[in-house]
């Protein structure tokens, strides 16, 4: 392997370790991951994530390679706007579910002789179930999908640019998309962590992790959509 390549595949695994840690893919994960209780099912859906952005990643870097198809400014803003739309529909559905999980009751409660019925605020249980993978990572996949596509135009330009060979292009963006799915692997697992001691505490400390990630998420697609709305 030449020592140039060899160079641009390490630093390739590097940029793709720190893409995880952009703010839109950590607020996008964290609407995922709050509703488990599992690290290891945290740690899942990360890698189901890094897989879907991972496979944008190469057809976007396969269509440029091979058939010389540019990435038009347009698409790739229209790309973006996307991927703030899905940050906020994914903050209202974590918003809704968590507002969901609340119940109220009536209980009776006799005073000197007398019923009276109070209502009662009560929180939903989630229990985690079986683990469907193609239910269960079917969303994380989409989602990483879409922030592949997303981000492609800018990548696939730099490596045609600095790297001749078609091979050794693709080689580089499998790569840093192998490293952009074990930094959302480990970012899952580390978001995951209080989200699991929390649940043990109880269903109301992992609800408002939940309060606190759908908010951040539907705040940051918000922007997105603001900051393009503007140009």
């Known amino acids: ?14 940029l793709g370790l720190r893409h995880a840690l952009d703010a839109d893919h950590v607020a996008a994960v964290s609407t ?10 945290s740690c899942l859906l990360g890698a189901f994530w890094g897989a879907g952005h991972t496979t944008a990643l190469l057809a976007a870097g396969l269509a440029v390679v091979a058939f010389k198809l540019t990435i038009a400014p347009a698409v790739e803003a229209a790309l973006e706007r996307l991927v703030g739309l899905v940050l906020v529909l994914l903050g209202a559905h974590v918003l809704l579910r968590a507002v969901g999980s609340l119940a109220v009751h009536g209980h009776e409660h006799k005073h000197a002789g007398t019923t009276h019925r109070h209502p009662h605020l009560h929180l939903g249980s989630s229990e985690p179930g079986h683990v469907h993978l193609v239910r269960f990572g079917g969303r994380p996949f989409v989602v990483g999908l879409l922030h592949g596509l997303a ?14 060979s078609p091979v050794g292009a693709l080689v580089y963006i499998l790569v840093f998309g192998l490293g952009s799915t074990a930094g959302m692997l480990l970012l899952s697992g580390l978001v995951g ?15 408002a992790l ?11 697609g918000a922007w997105m959509l603001a900051g393009f709305a503007g140009t």
Request: hydrophobic share 60%; net charge positive.
């Open 210 to 220: 939940q309060v606190v990630a759908g908010l951040g998420s539907a705040a940051l």
């Open 193 to 207: 962590l209080p989200v699991a001691m929390a649940a043990r505490q109880g269903v109301r400390l992992q609800m």
């Open 32 to 41: 995922l991951v709050t509703r488990e209780r599992g690290i290891a099912r």
């Open 1 to 14: 392997m030449d020592a140039s390549l060899a160079t641009a595949l390490g630093l390739g695994l590097l």
């Open 151 to 164: 981000g492609s135009a800018a990548l696939t330009l730099v490596v045609l640019s600095t790297i001749p």
